[in-house]
Nanobody
Framework: QVQLVESGGGLVQAGGSLRLSCAAS????????MGWFRQAPGKEREFVAS????????YVADSVKGRFTISRDNAKNTVYLQIDSLKPEDTALYYC??????????????WGQGTQVTVAS
């Protein structure tokens, strides 16, 4: 069992930046691959980015590549999502998840409650 809590969302103007954080409880964080997903109103869940247990492997969706960067700090039990050059279409609920394999987008078993990102148009 792992508890995930996202933070860092908010209202931002188009072109701005945000850094989202996902803090995990317990001492098992380094054993999980971590992923970021998002879901906008009326749309399906979308994979955003993921990172391997050690941080040595990352995978970023083509739709956000170049603007989104994922990283993790295992000493702090935290995974981050840096978002640059925000666009209105980035508006969504962003949530993190823990799984066994960072590129297995359907294998994530534990989920946070999400943090809302709203980009003014």
């Amino acid at each position: 069992q792992v508890q995930l809590v996202e933070s860092g969302g908010g209202l931002v103007q188009a072109g701005g930046s945000l850094r989202l954080s996902c803090a995990a409880s317990g001492r098992t964080f380094s054993g999980y691959a971590m992923g970021w997903f998002r879901q906008a109103p009326g749309k399906e869940r979308e994979f955003v980015a993921s990172i391997s247990q050690s941080g040595g492997g990352t995978y970023v969706a083509d739709s956000v590549k170049g603007r989104f960067t994922i990283s993790r700090d295992n000493a702090k039990n935290t995974v981050y999502l840096q978002i640059d050059s925000l666009k209105p279409e980035d508006t969504a609920l962003y949530y993190c998840a823990a799984g066994a394999y960072y590129r297995g987008v359907n294998s994530y078993a534990y989920w946070g409650q999400g943090t809302q990102v709203t980009v003014a148009s």
